[in-house]
C-alpha cells in the first residue's frame, strides 16, 4: 500500500543564541495518520511543531508541504497551506462568542450577525460538535474550547492539525469525546500531530510516533511495534519504567514527630470535618478522586484560603494552634505549598530562573531596605538550578522559554530555597515528562530521607503508591481511611474512594 507524504522536514535545525533546540531532525507526516510527537522536555517537540505551524523559522535545513518547498513565517502563511496549530492554551478570544471567533477575520462576507450564528450552527451540526454558537466563549469548558479551535482550523480548511498537550486539562469524559473528534478528522483524510506526556494515550490513539530526545530524531515506528517500556527507552536512553513506578514500597520509612496535625477541618462545602496528621522523615500520599477535598486542606493549611471562621476546626504546627490569613505567615513558619497550576500559580514568567528562585527567597526572609540583590539572586539561582538539574539555553533564559517540566523544577526550587520543614507537593509531575518525573521523584524522597515532613497530593495512584510511606485517602471532604505505604494494594485505595 502506498502512502502520500503530506508534511515533511529534512536536517531541520532551530537554534536560539547558537545553541539548538532541535538540530538536523528528520520527520515526515502521511495523509490521513495520527502522528504522536513524544520526548522529555525539552526534546524539542514543541520547536519542532512551532516550526511546522510557521511560529518561527528554520535555521537551517527544509521543510516540504506537499512535495513542495515552503518556507513559513507565520501562523497565517501557515494556515494558508493547510496547517494548524492547536496550543494547550487556547487562542480564542474569550469575550466574543463561538461564531465571531469561527470567523474572525472573514467578517467581511457577512452583514449581519445573525448571519454568522445560523452558518456556526450549520457548520458545527456538519462536525457533530454540541456547542452553541451563541455562548461567550469564557463560559466554556476546556473541552468545548478545544472543539471551538478544531472547528476553526476544520472551516480553514486545515489538511494538518498540530494539537500541544490536548488533553492536559480534561476530565477522563472530556478526553474519550476528544479522541472521538480525533478519529472523525482522521476519516475526513486530516493528518493529525498531537504532543502528550501520557504514553497510553499515545499507544491508545497514534498511528505511529515519533521519539525525539536532546533535540534529535530517534525513532520513528508503527503504534504496534512500541510498548510503554520500548517508548520510555527511546526518550530517556534507558529504562525507567521499572523504577518509576513500583507496584508498592518494600519498606516505609518509620514517622518521626507530628509536625503538623489537621483537627475537623471545614471549608465551606469542599472540605467536612476532615483531620489529618503529617510526621517529618517520612512522605505522606494523598489520594482521592475530584471533589474529595484534598487540595483545599492543605490550601486552608498554606494560608492560601480561609477555613470557615466559626467550627472550622484546628490546625496544629508542632502542637501549636495556627491560622494564616496570608501564606506569607505559613512560609515563615516553614510550610510551603507547591502548586498544581504552575502556569498560573508558580511562577513569573518574565522574569529569570534565579530570580523566580531569590524572590522565593524573599518571601520568607524578605530584604534589606526593599532591595534585591541581583548578585544574591544569581547566587542562589545557580546552586538550586544545579541541585535539581534545570535544563535551560542560558541561565538567565526566562522561566517561560522552559519546557513543562524545568518550569516545574523552578516552581520546586522556588519552594525549597526557603528551607521549609512541612512541604506539600499538589500534583508534582502533572505534564511532565518521564526523566523529569524521576528526577522530581528522587528529590521528594530525599526531603523525607533528610527528616522533612514530605505530603504528596496526586490523582495518578501509581505514583502515590511508588512514593508514600503513608496513604491517606480523601472522599467528599475528608480522609476516610489511612493505609501503610507497603501494605497499601490499588483496588483497597480505589474502592476506599469510591465506595
Known amino acids: 500500500m502506498t502512502t502520500e507524504v503530506v508534511l515533511e522536514l529534512r536536517q531541520a535545525t532551530k537554534k536560539y543564541a547558537g545553541v539548538p533546540a532541535i538540530e538536523n531532525v528528520d520527520f515526515q507526516l502521511e495523509r490521513g495518520e495520527i502522528h504522536a510527537l513524544l520526548g522529555e522536555n525539552g526534546a524539542g517537540k514543541s520547536t519542532l511543531t512551532k516550526v511546522m505551524a510557521g511560529v518561527v523559522p528554520l535555521s537551517s535545513g527544509q521543510m516540504l508541504v506537499e512535495g513542495k518547498p515552503v518556507n513559513l513565517r507565520t501562523p497565517l502563511e501557515a494556515l494558508q497551506q493547510g496547517i494548524a496549530m492547536v496550543f494547550q492554551e487556547t487562542s480564542l478570544v474569550p469575550s466574543m462568542t463561538v461564531a465571531q471567533n469561527l470567523y474572525l477575520g472573514q467578517e467581511a462576507f457577512f452583514n449581519r450577525l445573525r448571519g454568522v450564528y445560523i ?3 450549520q457548520f458545527l451540526q456538519s462536525l457533530n460538535f454540541d456547542v452553541d454558537p451563541t455562548a461567550t466563549v469564557a463560559m466554556l469548558g476546556a473541552a468545548k474550547k478545544q472543539m471551538v479551535e ?3 482550523a476544520v472551516l480553514h480548511k486545515a489538511r494538518i492539525i498540530i494539537f500541544d498537550e490536548p488533553t492536559a486539562s480534561l476530565t477522563p469524559e472530556e478526553k474519550k469525546y476528544f479522541f472521538d473528534l480525533v478519529l472523525n478528522l ?4 486530516v493528518s493529525v ?11 491508545q490513539l497514534a498511528d505511529r510516533i515519533t521519539v525525539l530526545r536532546d533535540g534529535q530524531h530517534v525513532v520513528t515506528d508503527l503504534k504496534s511495534n512500541f510498548d510503554r517500556a520500548r517508548v520510555i527507552q527511546a526518550m530517556v536512553g534507558r529504562d525507567l519504567s521499572q523504577t518509576l513506578y513500583g507496584v508498592r514500597k518494600n519498606t516505609v520509612r518509620p514517622g518521626g514527630e507530628c509536625l503538623l496535625s489537621v483537627r475537623n477541618l471545614r471549608m465551606a462545602a469542599m472540605v467536612k470535618n476532615n483531620s489529618l496528621s503529617v510526621f517529618s522523615g517520612q512522605v505522606t500520599g494523598v489520594f482521592g478522586l475530584v471533589g474529595a477535598g484534598r487540595t483545599e486542606t492543605f490550601k486552608v493549611v498554606a494560608g492560601l484560603i480561609k477555613r470557615d471562621f466559626f467550627h472550622g476546626g484546628e490546625v496544629l504546627l508542632r502542637g501549636k494552634p495556627v491560622r494564616y490569613t496570608v501564606a506569607r505567615s505559613a512560609v515563615r513558619d516553614g510550610i510551603a505549598y507547591i502548586t498544581e497550576d504552575r502556569k498560573v500559580e508558580g511562577f513569573f514568567e518574565t522574569m529569570s530562573i534565579a530570580q523566580n528562585i531569590y524572590m522565593g527567597l524573599l518571601g520568607k526572609f524578605g530584604s534589606t531596605f526593599g532591595l534585591v540583590s541581583a548578585a544574591k539572586a544569581r547566587e542562589v539561582g545557580e546552586r538550586w538550578i544545579k541541585l535539581l538539574n534545570v535544563r535551560a539555553i542560558s541561565k538567565d533564559a526566562k522561566v517561560i522559554e522552559l519546557s513543562g ?3 516545574q523544577k523552578v516552581v520546586i ?4 530555597a526557603q528551607e521549609p520543614d512541612v512541604i506539600i507537593f499538589d500534583e508534582p509531575t502533572r505534564g511532565v515528562d518521564v526523566g523529569a518525573i524521576a528526577e522530581i521523584h528522587a528529590e521528594i524522597n530525599r526531603l523525607a ?4 515532613a514530605v505530603v504528596v497530593i496526586s490523582s495518578y495512584l501509581p505514583e502515590v503508591m511508588a512514593l508514600s510511606d503513608r496513604i491517606l485517602v480523601a472522599k467528599q471532604g475528608k480522609v476516610v481511611v489511612e493505609f501503610a505505604g507497603n501494605e497499601a494494594t490499588q483496588e483497597g485505595i480505589m474502592y476506599a474512594a469510591i465506595h
Open 186 to 189: 482522521k476519516a475526513r483524510g
Open 413 to 416: 526550587a522556588k519552594s525549597l
Open 405 to 407: 517540566g524545568n518550569q
Open 119 to 121: 452558518s456556526a450552527q
Open 449 to 452: 530521607d533528610a527528616g522533612r
Open 150 to 152: 478544531i472547528a476553526r
Open 193 to 203: 500531530i498531537f504532543i502528550s506526556h501520557a504514553l497510553e494515550e499515545a499507544l
